[in-house]
């Protein structure tokens, strides 16, 4: 049995260190760039809820924070943790600062992104806004923009696929859905 190619990443963790994705082999992972100034910032509720319920039966979720889209994680990693834990109780774990688009983009996310590239933000008034918005943003980037915004989440399956991704967009109750048959 081959491993899959997520497990061939690491990671520098919120200490500085280096954290080898395999470390999670055969979990479900939920995979998410995030920031603290963000209008989806609230999305960290419904997260650390999930992780709660599910982390018993084999679940994970991997957090990591990024300011690339408007400067919306301007903290240190000490200080975006501190917001993390203090105002969403949050228990998961949380890696160091990244960038996830242009030439410095972390490898993890580029993979993740290739995996799994982005469909839109949907229909609607909001999603028209968010990908007008995010079209500027990510111009700079050209072709290594491969995350829209943050809060864009990848579900990794126990054998190490990436089988879904969620825009920031989408409702959370969807996300929790896609978890929990992962889990089964």
């Not at 799994?116 to 949907?122: A, N, R, T």
């Amino acid at each position: 049995m081959s491993t899959a190619k997520i497990y061939e990443f690491s990671v520098k963790n919120r200490e500085g260190g280096m954290t080898s994705i395999g470390e999670y082999a055969g979990k479900v992972l939920l995979i998410v760039n995030t920031a603290t100034g963000c209008g989806f910032t609230p999305h960290y509720e419904p997260l650390e809820a999930m992780y709660k319920d599910l982390h018993d039966k084999g679940f994970e979720i991997l957090d990591f924070p990024c300011n690339q889209f408007a400067n919306q994680a301007p903290g240190t990693e000490q200080e975006i943790h501190d917001f993390c834990t203090l105002k969403f109780g949050t228990e998961f774990p949380q890696f160091a600062k990244i960038d996830v688009n242009g030439e410095n983009a972390d490898p993890l996310f580029a993979y993740l992104a290739t995996e799994k590239p982005s469909s839109g933000f949907g229909k609607g008034v909001k999603n028209a806004f968010m990908k007008k918005f995010t079209d500027a943003n990510n111009k700079k980037f050209g072709d290594k923009a491969y995350i829209k915004w943050n809060f864009t989440k990848f579900l990794v399956d126990r054998e190490g696929n990436v089988i879904a991704r969620f825009e920031p967009t989408e409702d959370m109750g969807k996300v929790r859905e896609a978890v929990e048959a992962a889990l089964a």
